[in-house]
C-alpha cells in the first residue's frame, strides 16, 4: 500500500517495521515528527528525554541489551549527544541502533549551519543519506540491519528539505525482531582505557570494510555521458532537474564513502563535479583519491541551502525561463515584504521582555519561542549561543566584573552602564541543560538573578510534553518535576513564582532579586496561550473616543495591535486572543472587553 508521507513519518514508518523496541528523543525542528510517528503507533516504546544526551544513553542501552532501539534529534542536538555516540563507536552494539539527525542547511529553525556528515567521519559511524520520502522508509529499516551486522551505531542523516517534503512510499508491515540475549562482555562494553585501545583497533578495521559496502549504496544515471555529476541527499533531485543529460553518481551511505565506484565513476567522464550543500565534504574525498580535476565549491556556494536555480546560475550562469520572466516584471524576491517571526498574541513571555527592555537590563537568553525577545519592539536579549548557555553566561558576566571591580577599585564603575544582568531560559530548555547552569552559580558563590519562563509546554518545537508538565509523549500521567523545589535542592534560597503579566509586581520582583547579593530564581508562570485549556474569551476592544493616540499599547509589540490611517489603535479580532494584557497599558481606559452595556469593563 503507498502512503504520502514526509520525510520524517517515512523515516517513523521504516523503524516500525524494522521492529524497532525503544526510540527516545528530544524534540527539535526538523526532526521532531519522526518521534511523535512512532508515539502513534504501537509495540514500541517512546519517550521525550530530558536532553539529547539523555536520548543517546537510553537508546544505547536499549541496544547493547539486545533491543533495536533509535534516537532522534536536530543537527545542534548531535552535539550534546557526541559524548556518548563516539564512545558506543568504540562499544558497538547488541540490537542495532540508529541516530536520525536532521541538519537544517539554511537555518530555518537553528542557529548554525552545521554539517553532521563530519560527526560521522570523526566518530567512525556508518552514515546513510536518503534524497526522499521512500528512501527515508528504506534507509531506516536497512539501517538497522547494517548497524546489527557491521556491530555498529549507524547515523541516518536528513536536512530539512527532506524531511518536511512528502513523496509516495510503500509501506509494509511491522516485523516482529526478537531481542537478542544479552551477554556480558567486559571488554566490549566497559570502555576504560585498556579495553578500548583494542576496540579502537576493530573501528578502524570496520572503516576498512564497509568502505566495500559503501559501494552497494550507490545508484548510476545515464552512464557514459560526457558531464559527470557526484552528489547525495536532497541535492540529488536538485541535480537530476538541472542536470538531465550528466551521468549521475548518487552516494547513499556518505561514511565512509565509496572508493571504487568514485574512481571508476570519473574514469567514465570528461569533466567531473560534485554538488552538495554546506561543506566540500564529498569534494575533499573525491580530491584524496587523486582524482584532481573535480569540482565543487568553485560553483556552489557552502552557505546554506542549494536549489535547482542556484546550482543552474553557479554553473551555467543562466536563468530559468521563470526566473527570467519574473525579473522582467519587476516582481524580484527581496522585494516581498518581510514576515519577521514575532511572539503570538497572548504569549506569557511578552510581559517579561517587555519589563526587561523598559529596565534595560543585560540579558542572555537562550533557545526557545523567548529568544524571539531579541527582536522589535524589545530588543532585550544581548547574547544567545545554544541551550542552556543563558544561565552560564550570566554567572562569567557577573565574575568577570568582579575582577574588574576589584582591580580598578570599588569606586569605580566598571559596570558598563548596565543596571544589572538576568539569565532568562524556559521551562523546557532549563531541564535541557540549565540545571547545571544554576548548580555552578551556588557552587561557586555567584549572585545572578535566573527568570525561568514556565509556559507549561515545550512551545517552540510545536507542543512537546517535558519532564515538568506530568504528561509522557503519549500522554500518560507521571510524576512532574517541581521547578522551585528543583531550584531550592541545589542552594537557591531565593525561589519566587511570578505572573509576567502583572507588570507592577512583576518589575518589582525583578528589581529585587538583582539586587541581591545571591543567586536568585524567578518562575514567570503563565501557560502557553496556544494550549487547549487556554482560554481568555472573547477579544478585547478599543474605545476609539476614549483612545488618545499615545501609542503606549503599540509597545508591547502584539501583533493583534494596529495603528488605523487617522493615527487610533485598533485591535485585530482575528488575531487577539483576549489576554487582557493590554488593558494595563492605557492610562485612559480605552482598552477593555465590551460589558452589556455597551463599554469597555
Not at 579495553?195 to 545508484?219: C, F, H, L, N, S
Not at 555529476?229 to 553518481?249: H, K, M, N, W
Request: charged share 25%.
Amino acid at each position: 500500500m503507498k502512503e504520502l508521507l514526509l520525510g520524517n513519518e517515512a523515516v517513523a514508518r521504516g523503524a516500525w517495521e524494522a521492529g524497532v523496541h525503544v526510540v527516545s528523543s528530544y524534540p527539535g525542528t526538523p526532526s521532531t515528527e519522526i518521534t511523535e510517528t512512532l508515539a502513534k503507533l504501537s509495540s514500541v516504546y517512546c519517550e521525550w528525554s530530558p536532553n539529547e544526551k539523555v536520548s543517546a544513553e537510553v537508546a544505547i542501552g536499549a541496544a547493547i541489551g539486545g533491543g533495536r532501539a533509535m534516537c532522534c534529534m536536530k543537527h545542534v542536538g548531535l552535539n550534546v549527544a557526541a559524548d556518548p555516540l563516539f564512545t558506543a563507536s568504540y562499544a558497538g552494539v547488541n540490537g542495532g541502533l540508529v541516530f536520525a539527525v536532521a541538519d537544517d542547511p539554511g537555518l530555518f529553525s537553528s542557529q548554525n549551519d552545521q554539517d553532521s556528515r563530519f560527526y560521522a567521519l570523526s566518530a567512525h559511524v556508518p552514515m546513510l543519506e536518503p534524497s526522499d520520502s521512500a528512501e527515508c522508509h528504506e534507509f531506516a529499516k536497512k539501517a538497522f540491519e547494517l548497524s546489527e551486522k557491521y556491530d555498529t551505531p549507524v547515523i541516518l542523516r536528513l536536512t530539512t528539505r527532506v524531511s518536511h517534503s512528502r513523496s509516495p512510499v510503500e509501506v509494509g508491515e511491522r516485523t516482529v525482531v526478537p531481542k537478542k540475549p544479552y551477554k556480558k562482555d567486559i571488554q566490549k562494553y566497559v570502555m576504560m582505557p585498556g579495553m578500548a585501545k583494542k576496540r579502537q583497533a576493530i573501528v578502524k578495521e570496520r572503516d576498512r570494510v564497509m568502505t566495500g559496502e559503501a559501494d552497494a549504496w550507490v545508484k548510476l544515471d545515464n552512464p557514459g555521458r560526457k558531464l559527470g555529476v557526484i552528489t547525495s541527499g536532497i541535492c540529488y533531485q536538485y541535480v537530476r532537474e538541472v542536470f538531465p543529460d550528466a551521468s549521475v553518481l548518487k552516494l547513499g551511505m556518505i561514511y565512509p564513502l565509496p572508493e571504487r565506484s568514485i574512481k571508476e565513476f570519473a574514469a567514465s567522464v570528461e569533466e567531473l563535479i560534485v554538488v552538495e550543500e554546506l561543506e566540500p565534504y564529498i569534494e575533499n574525498y573525491v580530491r584524496q583519491l587523486g582524482i584532481a580535476y573535480v569540482e565543487g565549491k568553485k560553483y556552489f556556494t557552502p552557505l546554506g541551502e542549494l536549489g535547482t536555480e542556484k546550482i543552474r546560475q553557479s554553473y551555467y550562469g543562466t536563468k530559468t525561463p521563470a526566473a527570467e520572466l519574473s525579473e522582467s516584471s519587476g516582481l524580484k524576491p527581496e522585494d516581498a515584504p518581510m514576515r519577521p517571526p514575532t511572539m503570538c498574541p497572548g504569549c506569557p513571555h511578552r510581559g517579561v521582555f517587555y519589563t526587561l527592555s523598559q529596565l534595560k537590563l543585560r540579558v542572555t537568553g537562550d533557545i526557545g519561542c523567548y529568544t524571539l525577545g531579541a527582536a522589535a519592539p524589545y530588543k532585550a536579549m544581548d547574547a544567545c549561543i545554544c541551550m542552556g548557555a543563558s544561565i552560564g553566561m550570566s554567572h562569567g558576566m557577573e565574575k568577570a566584573e568582579g575582577v574588574a571591580r576589584a582591580e580598578a577599585g570599588e569606586g569605580d564603575n566598571v559596570s558598563d552602564g548596565i543596571r544589572g544582568t538576568v539569565a532568562v531560559i524556559g521551562d523546557s530548555t532549563f531541564i535541557h541543560s540549565g540545571i547545571t547552569g544554576l548548580v555552578n552559580i551556588v557552587y561557586n558563590k555567584g549572585a545572578s538573578t535566573v527568570i525561568i519562563l514556565d509556559n507549561s509546554i515545550t512551545g517552540m518545537t510545536g507542543h512537546q510534553q517535558n519532564p515538568t508538565t506530568g504528561k509522557t509523549i503519549r500522554m500518560e500521567d507521571t510524576y512532574p518535576v517541581d521547578l522551585t523545589l528543583l531550584c531550592k535542592a541545589v542552594g537557591v534560597n531565593r525561589v519566587r513564582v511570578e505572573d509576567p503579566f502583572d507588570l507592577k509586581k512583576f518589575k518589582a520582583a525583578v528589581l529585587e532579586e538583582i539586587d541581591a547579593k545571591e543567586p536568585s530564581v524567578i518562575i514567570a508562570r503563565r501557560p502557553c496561550v496556544l494550549l487547549k485549556g487556554v482560554n481568555y474569551g472573547k477579544p478585547v476592544e478599543i474605545d476609539g473616543d476614549k483612545c488618545r493616540k499615545c501609542g503606549a499599547c503599540m509597545r508591547l509589540g502584539c501583533p493583534a495591535i494596529l495603528k488605523t490611517e487617522d493615527g487610533r489603535m485598533k485591535i485585530d479580532r482575528s488575531l487577539c486572543t483576549g489576554c487582557e494584557f493590554c488593558v494595563q497599558m492605557c492610562a485612559f481606559g480605552a482598552i477593555g472587553k465590551k460589558t452589556e452595556g455597551g463599554d469597555n469593563k
